[in-house]
């Protein structure tokens, strides 16, 4: 069969390469027409069988996945709750629920501060079981005090109720007191607690019941000047009135100040802040006036607010106002002061204000100057001058055209003794002079602690407005003086007394050491001084001998300056007087004179200098003592001749 097919294929290549085919005609056309053929343009698909197995079929119909079985159990688990709980929901059952518990307030809207008043609480039970141990619990808001007793404060009231059965209801009167400001909401937080049978748990139920205070349980009012002047002092009269119907514990009265304002006093003692004050208990229509001086400082035309605060004093903090019964504002307008006053001290006082420093038995000269600010004349003015304190003498003042009472410690300068003062114009200034002295008034038995003499000057006026209506116009100015302590520094030198046995030739001798021993003694005056010490050098003849009594005195040479030191530290008042001991030291020197030196007296310590910090003034004071020789005028051994060195 191979060769058979090999041998036709190669017949088949031979008659068609072969140039002896025979001539084939074709048919030619001579009518060129186009011919339609309707082919496809693209490859089609066979059409897919219909027919499926009857297994397939069979497994697709009456099949379901894991995933579907658990959604659509999940849903009908849904269903079956949810109908339960509707179930449960609407039929209500045996289940306990504090919804199904009702507390009803019957009592006032609105009451009048410190007016005792009293609700009723009703607690219904639409459970379908017995409540238990019930228990109605009131929290009251700050400011409620006990009805039976205001002077404590109630914060909680507990009672305990009846059984309630299902369907029940029971209720309890409260009783309560509230303070607060005027139309402020006061909030009462109702508690009932209950238990179920057979449940040892305690369930809860909160009410609230909001009152309002009408009207506050004081009245408040504050009179004083519209217009004061800068530095002027003036008063503000605080009353305070009870509107309430029974006694009013406890009662704070704050103040706050504007800025510019400096308390100075008032009728009743503050507390620490000097704004504060304790009115303490105020019956029933009973009035309280705290009365309050001070000054203001700041600008021309400036509007100051004060305020005041009226309430109960806090539990446990008797400064501090817990509830507010009442508060109001008073405004003051400030005015440039119609005349400018400065009291000054010495030429060196300069500025015009705080307290000078003075000493004892050392006169102070003191000036009073004035100008006028206004735009108009200040008609009959008129100063003067107060003194006080307790080093002032009045045995010591000079008014230098004044007119001195010394009755009542005052001088005047009016315009009968100082013309200048009868018509003082626009712009116009003048000044009065005076001199005191300040001295140590105490006695033995009863001494006079941190001296101070006051100064308080008054110009009053008369000037005529622009309507030619009188007004009366003062002001006024205060310094003081704080007299400075005097403290006190003596030393001697002793040859044949004290508590040293000392050696050498006596008078001294030339090329030869003597000992000599140094006494220094401290006292002070009025007023106690802290860091005293004393101090002092050696001259290069004079040798430290290291020798001190007592030997508890804090007291230190230094080689290289050659400088003794006593540390002091604090001297008490009236040391060395009184019959107070002073303090005393002493130590020893050696002294070797020249060749030189024969037939003269030697220095054995340089000028000595006590210096201490007043407590009382805070200044520094001096206490000074010259050179000690050999001249020993305090020593009882001492005779003419003993100060010259011999040979």
């Not at 197995?53 to 009456?62: E, F, W």
């Not at 501060?113 to 009251?140: H, I, M």
């Not at 349980?217 to 009353?239: E, H, I, R, W, Y």
């Not at 006590?610 to 805070?618: M, P, Q, R, W």
Request: hydrophobic share 35%; charged share 15%; proline share 6%.
């Amino acid at each position: 069969m191979p060769s058979d097919d090999s041998d036709s294929i190669e017949d088949l290549k031979k008659s068609l390469y072969s140039r002896s085919t025979p001539d084939i005609r074709t048919r030619r056309r001579f009518r060129v027409r186009p011919e339609e053929n309707d082919l496809p343009k693209d490859w089609e698909k066979p059409a897919e069988k219909t027919d499926e197995s009857k297994l397939n079929t069979v497994y697709r119909d009456h099949s379901m996945s894991f995933f579907t079985k658990m959604l659509i159990g999940s849903a009908v688990f849904f269903l079956v709750c949810l109908g339960i709980g509707a179930y449960l929901f609407f039929n209500g059952s045996n289940l306990i629920s504090a919804n199904n518990l009702d507390i009803t307030v019957n009592g006032p809207v609105s009451i009048a501060g410190g007016t005792p008043f009293s609700f009723v609480v009703a607690v219904t039970n639409k459970n379908n079981v017995k409540l238990t141990t019930v228990d109605l619990e009131a929290d009251f808001p700050t400011g409620s005090v006990d009805p039976t007793n205001t002077a404590n404060e109630q914060k909680t009231y507990q009672t305990l109720m009846d059984d309630i059965s299902p369907d029940g209801i029971t209720q309890r009167t409260v009783n309560a007191d509230l303070y607060g400001q005027e139309n402020s909401t006061k909030e009462i937080v109702l508690k009932v607690f209950y238990q179920v049978p057979g449940s040892n748990a305690t369930f809860e139920k909160d009410q609230t019941y909001d009152v309002l205070v009408s009207s506050s349980p004081l009245n408040l009012s504050v009179s004083s000047f519209s217009q004061v002047t800068a530095g002027q002092k003036f008063d503000m009269n605080v009353t305070l009135t009870s509107n309430s119907q029974s006694t009013i514990k406890g009662v704070l009265l704050n103040a706050v100040y504007p800025f510019g304002y400096s308390f100075v006093s008032s009728n009743q003692t503050p507390l620490s802040d000097n704004a504060t004050w304790n009115v303490g208990d105020i019956s029933p229509g009973q009035s309280k006036t705290i009365t309050i001086s001070g000054t203001l400082q700041g600008n021309n035309q400036d509007s100051l607010v004060f305020h005041f605060i009226a309430g109960a004093a806090a539990a446990g903090s008797p400064s501090v106002i817990s509830t507010e019964y009442i508060d109001t504002s008073e405004t003051i307008t400030l005015q440039k002061p119609f005349m400018t006053a400065t009291l000054s001290f010495g030429q060196n006082d300069t500025s015009g204000t705080g307290n000078y420093i003075g000493q004892f038995g050392k006169p102070i000269t003191a000036t009073i100057s004035w100008f006028n600010n206004l735009p108009d004349a200040v008609n009959d003015a008129q100063i003067q001058l107060q003194f006080s304190g307790n080093a002032f003498n009045p045995a010591s003042v000079s008014a230098n055209g004044g007119f001195y009472n010394s009755a009542n410690d005052e001088i005047t300068w009016d315009k009968t003794n100082t013309p200048d003062l009868q018509s003082v114009p626009a712009g116009g200034s003048g000044s009065a002079v005076f001199t005191f002295t300040p001295q140590d008034l105490g006695t033995p038995s009863v001494p006079i602690l941190n001296p101070n003499i006051g100064l308080s000057v008054s110009i009053d006026g008369q000037r005529t407005s622009e309507s030619d209506v009188p007004q009366s116009l003062s002001e006024s100015v205060s310094r003081s003086v704080e007299v400075a302590s005097n403290v006190s520094l003596s030393a001697q030198a002793l040859y044949t007394t004290g508590p040293f046995t000392n050696s050498g030739s006596f008078p001294p001798k030339a090329q030869a050491t003597t000992t000599y021993t140094i006494v220094w003694t401290v006292g002070n005056s009025s007023s106690a001084v802290s860091g005293a010490s004393v101090s002092a050098t050696l001259p290069e003849d004079v040798t430290w001998m290291s020798e001190v009594s007592p030997q508890s005195e804090d007291i230190e040479y230094d080689s290289g300056s050659r400088t003794v030191t006593w540390n002091v530290g604090t001297l008490a008042t009236y040391l060395g007087q009184n019959g107070q001991q002073p303090r005393q030291v002493s130590f020893q020197v050696g002294l070797e004179p020249n060749i030189t030196d024969v037939g003269n007296p030697l220095t054995l310590v340089n000028p000595a200098t006590l210096s201490a910090k007043d407590n009382f003034t805070g200044v520094t004071v001096y206490g000074n003592w010259g050179a000690l020789t050999t001249r020993l005028s305090t020593d009882p051994g001492f005779q003419s001749g003993d100060d010259l060195v011999t040979k």
